[in-house]
């Protein structure tokens, strides 16, 4: 059974960093395409990152371009979105979510596996 579990999100004050952790069960990382989403109230969930080992594939939403990376840590099957020179506007509920297929994607419909959600909070 694929399960998704997120970690790390937190209240940060713009212009800091915060690490978000996602670790599958079932799979192993990258082996499909996997990345996260987010989203804001009364906003629709929009791709952040992705990336995929089997194709090469990797992605970003413009807006967090230079100021966040997708990692894994293939030793302990874990996803990593490190966020540096948070904004308010990065303040959401961030997903970790699994394709089955190889090639990155950020339309969440082409996502099968949802994690719960981890909250990222930019305020001072």
């Known amino acids: 059974q694929v399960q998704l579990v997120e970690s790390g999100g937190a209240l940060v004050q713009p212009g800091g960093s915060l690490r978000l952790s996602c670790v599958p069960s079932?799979?192993?990382?990258?082996?499909?395409?996997i990345g996260w989403f987010r989203q804001a109230p009364g906003k629709e969930r929009e791709g952040v990152s992705c990336f995929s080992t089997t194709s090469g594939s990797r992605y970003y939403i413009d807006s967090v371009k230079d100021r966040f990376t997708i990692s894994q840590d293939y030793t302990k099957n874990t996803l990593y979105l490190q966020m540096n020179s948070v904004k308010p506007e990065d303040t959401a509920l961030y997903y970790c979510?699994?394709?089955?297929?190889?090639?990155?994607?950020?339309?969440?419909?082409?996502?099968?596996?949802w994690g719960q959600g981890t909250q990222v909070t930019v305020s001072s």
């Open positions: 979510a699994s394709s089955v297929e190889h090639v990155c994607s950020g339309r969440p419909q082409d996502f099968a596996y």
């Open positions: 079932g799979f192993t990382v990258g082996y499909y395409a």
